[in-house]
């Protein structure tokens, strides 16, 4: 498919994009318009005011090259681990301490507090740790039976 625009990298490396009037927008942006959800849909491209200069309906829908660029700024970008298993909790009282495997290793964190665990549609979690840090559980249904059981207890 035939992108309305072009994309690349300035000396800065900053993403351009060079819309279908010629005109050059530097220092773009991608966001992703349901990053949890749909994370591939949706994506605007935008100026650091955050005027959106370009959108994109799906990633697939880009040329292998564009799809690359845009894929980069975004990981540079977003930090959100993905839990796999929660391996253990100092307590079921919080603040409390996590033990987790993720899909960026295993880690610890302090939860807060219960308010802390927020639902994200009918089956994903994101969990703020003491420092701000979102952790995702992409579904909760799909983990292991013992860290259902432990979320079951904060939920």
């Known amino acids: 498919m035939t992108t309305q625009f072009q994309l ?11 819309d279908v009037d010629g005109a050059e927008h530097i220092d773009v942006r991608p966001v992703r318009a349901f990053p949890i959800q749909s994370p591939d849909a949706g994506i605007s491209l935008v100026k650091e005011n955050g005027a959106e200069v370009a959108w994109i309906d ?6 292998a090259a564009v799809r690359e660029l845009i894929a980069e700024e975004l990981e540079g970008r977003e930090f959100m681990p993905e839990i796999s298993k929660i391996v253990s909790v100092t307590s079921f009282a919080t603040p409390c301490t996590w033990h987790v495997k993720t899909d960026r290793g295993d880690t610890q964190f302090v939860l ?3 308010e802390d665990i927020r639902r994200i549609g009918k089956e994903s979690l994101l969990i703020a ?10 579904n909760m249904f799909d983990i292991d039976k013992h860290s259902r059981k432990i979320l079951d207890r904060f939920l």
């Open 8 to 18: 690349r990298r300035n000396s800065f490396q900053q993403l351009v994009l060079i």
């Open 58 to 63: 799906h990633l697939s829908d880009l040329p």
């Open 112 to 114: 807060k507090g219960d």
């Open 129 to 138: 740790d003491n420092h701000g840090i979102h952790f995702l559980i992409r």
